[in-house]
């Protein structure tokens, strides 16, 4: 039997790894692992714990009503990030702006962190899976002063690490410093994340495609064909795909990575910039995927080339195996 690595063994063995090995990505990702362990346990109990269960009564700025649960997540996430010393500010899907830290220790910090508390939170109520994604930039701005929103708007190809927290049967966290993706499992009879996907690579190809059909009228004809593709026995594959679509990007995006497909989320005529948000969705995952052998895409463009100019901004997201995106994308005009 091989020795457990846990998440912070691992994390200290890699520290000379870092670009900026100083110890401070370290201590943020071990801040993550800490608040993630906790958001896990009340997703664990939401069932059972009525005043978290449902919505909160709140929309956000994209006109969501805010669950319970997302508002406990950003809030435990945002208090890791704000006394752990590292971080001058941060940006998450809950919050309308973004926020700087204004304690003398936060202006310090040399890192911003964009996240999505509560991906998927759709299916909270329904008892399905739903996760933590999140991406980390060193600032732009000069230390010793409050984070600006120009630290928020740098592209994706600027992060310095990203990751995820899914919280499905297992809760599972997997991160890139860009070295790579590994991934660590929660025991929970120890408390401890431990090492348990080593150097994940997301297969070539596979049979397997996630999309809202309910769109299909909606978008491009392009993606339309590929749709068809997918659904042939004329494909690569010489059999139709399967569709797999639970509606949580983090589920849908950990499954293909493990098992092989592709991820879609595109512009529709309804919503001409697609649904997910760039900064906390899209830019961290499309690292994961490039780290693991993937391909992340507008469908056009690579999602890490993108500028920034708005904190919420949408773009549309075709991300998986190799060959499948570049397949769609080839069918694209
Ligand atoms: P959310 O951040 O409000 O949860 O929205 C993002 C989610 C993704 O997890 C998921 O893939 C997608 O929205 C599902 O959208 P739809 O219900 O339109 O298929
Ligand atoms: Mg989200």
Redesign the pocket.
Known sequence: MSKVVTLNEFIMDRQADFPFATGELSRILNDIAVASKIVSRDVRQAGLVDHILGAQGNTNI?G?EQQKLDVVADEQFIKAFEYGGEICGIAS?ENDDFVAFTSESAKNGKYVVLF?P?????NIDVNVSI?TIFSIYRRISTVGTEATLEDMLQSGSEQVAAGYVLYGSSTMLVYTTGRGVNGFTLDPSIGEFCLSHRDMRMPETGRLYAM?E??INICEEGLREYVAYCQSFENDKGAPYSGR??????A?FHRNMIKGGI?I?PDTTTSPEG???LLY?CNPLAFIAEQAGGIASTGRKRVMDLKPTRLHERVPFYIGSKQMVEKAMSLLK
Do not use: A
């Open positions: 994209q969501e899907e999505d509560l991906d998927g939170s759709s996760g809202n309910g769109n679509y639970i509606g949580s990007l983090v849908d991820y989320y649904k997910l948000r969705e």
